[in-house]
């Protein structure tokens, strides 16, 4: 049984470009999407939207590099890289923010630190 769950989590997942998918996909692997989505994406491990990709939706995971399009809200719990061919319409909610030059940006990002790097000090948060 262990066995199997490990295997479930080193998986990669690859919607190619000639496919269109209406719906959620949750994953505890990783996703490359070349094709187009309409749901949310909801992934455990990192997501990699190729340059023909694009995401209709909500995006959260782990990891991310953005290639292709994305339009939606998008939580990525350690580093979201925005690569030179991106172009982003939304929300953005991560820890760590790359944004290569030539990447196409309109929304908003908050940077969230990890809880364990934060200390609570009378009603405020101080960075350690």
């Not at 909610?93 to 940077?111: H, Q, R, Y």
Request: charged letters at 30%.
């Amino acid at each position: 049984m262990a066995k199997e769950i490990e295997d479930r989590t080193l998986s990669h997942n690859i919607i190619t470009r000639t496919t269109e998918v209406i719906g959620d996909i949750t994953s505890t692997g990783d996703i490359r999407l070349d094709g187009l989505l309409k749901g949310n994406l909801t992934v455990k491990g990192k997501v990699v939207i190729g340059p023909a990709g694009k995401l209709e939706g909500t995006l959260t995971c782990k990891n991310s590099d953005i290639f292709g399009k994305m339009e939606g809200k998008i939580k990525v719990e350690e580093l979201l890289a925005l690569k030179d061919t991106a172009n982003v319409k939304g929300d953005i909610v991560t820890n760590k923010l790359s944004i290569e030059p030539g990447c196409k940006f309109v929304g908003t990002c908050a940077m969230e630190w990890p809880v364990e790097q934060q200390e609570k000090v009378g009603g405020s948060i101080k960075i350690a």
